[in-house]
């Protein structure tokens, strides 16, 4: 079954990038510069349903495009990079406060809704964080106060200001088990157990997300809920899932999608839209997901559209991000937001992964910060749900 699933869906890939060849190329013409003052707001338009929120990048926040166009679309804010561990606690016992006061200081200016992004991560942590001074493996203890340490800090710095942390990120693996990262080798799986309780008493007002990606596939929602319900039946306070949103143009089916959402708003949680973007670029392999540490070699074919996205698969796109917004639509009483990972094309992190080099098509603005197609479609969805 689930052979046939990953063939249909490399037989869709296939079909869609067949199509753009045989196609006639014909590129929409984006660059009209539409001023932001003529465009309606997203966030506004959505604002009855849930947050429209970014990922933002805090040294683009000097450039008054990308922060007037932050200020336009979204209410609210996540950190993209500055509240990760190797960034901000990059050395023991030193903190690099700056950066994330800074990302603080626009969204509180702004009056944004403020998530904290990421507490614990097997990923962007440095090494010094899992070894002694010799190099050798810290135990359970040691590991335990550090984790400790870093979540008391950062949440206790940003204490009644940040609404939402990220607190664990990533800890189901793509086999569906709890992940072999240094925190559960070291800790074991009640890892996940102590980062909440840390963060809740640091903060005992701040929501608290359980995050990862990949969650409309069955296997990996059907994990996120046994780890849920066993978090809860110990009484450990979990307010969010983050489906992280890291979609293709054929991952996820929509079913998949709805399933996830109902299943994770029957465990009584609220669920987010943590990083969504859709990746239109053909995926170099059979598994859809988003982890950071895959990695493959360019290839032309692979990069189809360098000098541009024709029309047909603008349209292909603004479909895409209709059909999600649907199903977001459909359970909004459950979902608090849809966060977009990042603001234009240019910037996202899809041009550097799993392929460092391509031209991809994400979001929802293009790289002179005009609206694509997917833009005016949600606009149009927004007015006719309202
Ligand atoms: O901008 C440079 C570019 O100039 C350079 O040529 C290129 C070479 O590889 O690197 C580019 O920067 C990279 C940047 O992503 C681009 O967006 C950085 O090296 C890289 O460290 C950075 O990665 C970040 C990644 O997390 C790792 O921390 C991404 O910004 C960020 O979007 C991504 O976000 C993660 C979430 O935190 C967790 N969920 C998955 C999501 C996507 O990986």
New binding site residues.
Partial sequence: MKFNILSFRLFLNTTLFTCFFLSSCKFSKQNTDVGLDTIPSLSKLYENDFYIGT?V?TSKLADSTYSATIVKHFNSVTA??VM?W?KIHPQPGVYNFAAADSFMAFAEKNNMHIVG??LV?H??TPDWVFQDAKGKLVNRDTLLNRMHDHINTIVGRYKGRVHCWDVV??AIGDDSEMRKSQWYNIIGDDYVQKAFEYAHNADSSAMLIY?D?SLPTASKRNAVVQLIKKLQSKGIKVDRVGM?G?YHLDYPFLYELDSSIAAFANLGVKVSIT?LDINILPFPSEKFD?D?GMKFEMNDSLNPYVNGLPDSMQVVLANRYADFFNIFLKYKENIDRVTL??INDG???L???PI??RTNYPLLFDREYQPKQAFWKLVELAKENN
């Fill in positions: 990922a990048s993209e990079n990760k190797e992004h990421v991560w990923s962007q990120n990533e995050n990606y992280q890291h990083e988003a950071i990972w990042g910037q996202s992190w041009n550097y992964w460092p080099g």
